[in-house]
């Protein structure tokens, strides 16, 4: 599966950004994809995951109420609506994919197989 992510960009607090991530193939079964980010200096971490086949998802604490994951299964696309931006969001945003990852593995960035690459998201006045 390959995954391309677009959508990063320079935003300022409060601002809004909407990342997409395409996957290469249909998804079927216990398809996932989620959205982990990683900001200079430090380790990455899970932003948000969303089950394929119900649209079940789960969120970070840190994003919850401000970020919203969805997909669109025609287009083989998720996208990450980010609201409410804050200077600590700035980090390169990578989506990720997995055929069969288990509910309680979804914010585990080792779980998933297929990795897009980065895009950044600065957000500064």
């Known amino acids: 599966v390959q995954l391309q992510a677009s959508g990063g960009g320079l935003v300022q607090p409060g601002g809004s950004l909407r990342l997409s991530c395409t996957a290469s193939?249909?998804?079927?079964?216990?398809?996932?994809m989620a959205w982990f980010r990683q900001a200079p200096g430090k380790e990455r971490e899970f932003v948000a995951a969303i089950r394929w086949n119900d649209g079940s998802t789960r969120y970070a604490d840190s994003v919850k109420g401000r970020f919203t994951i969805s997909r669109d299964k025609t287009k083989n696309t998720a996208y990450l609506q980010m609201n409410s931006l804050k200077p600590e969001d700035t980090a390169a945003y990578y989506c990720a994919a997995d055929r069969s990852i288990i509910t309680s593995d979804l914010a585990n960035a080792w779980a998933y197989d297929y990795w897009g690459q980065g895009t950044l998201v600065t957000v500064s006045s």
């Open positions: 193939e249909r998804a079927s079964g216990r398809y996932a």
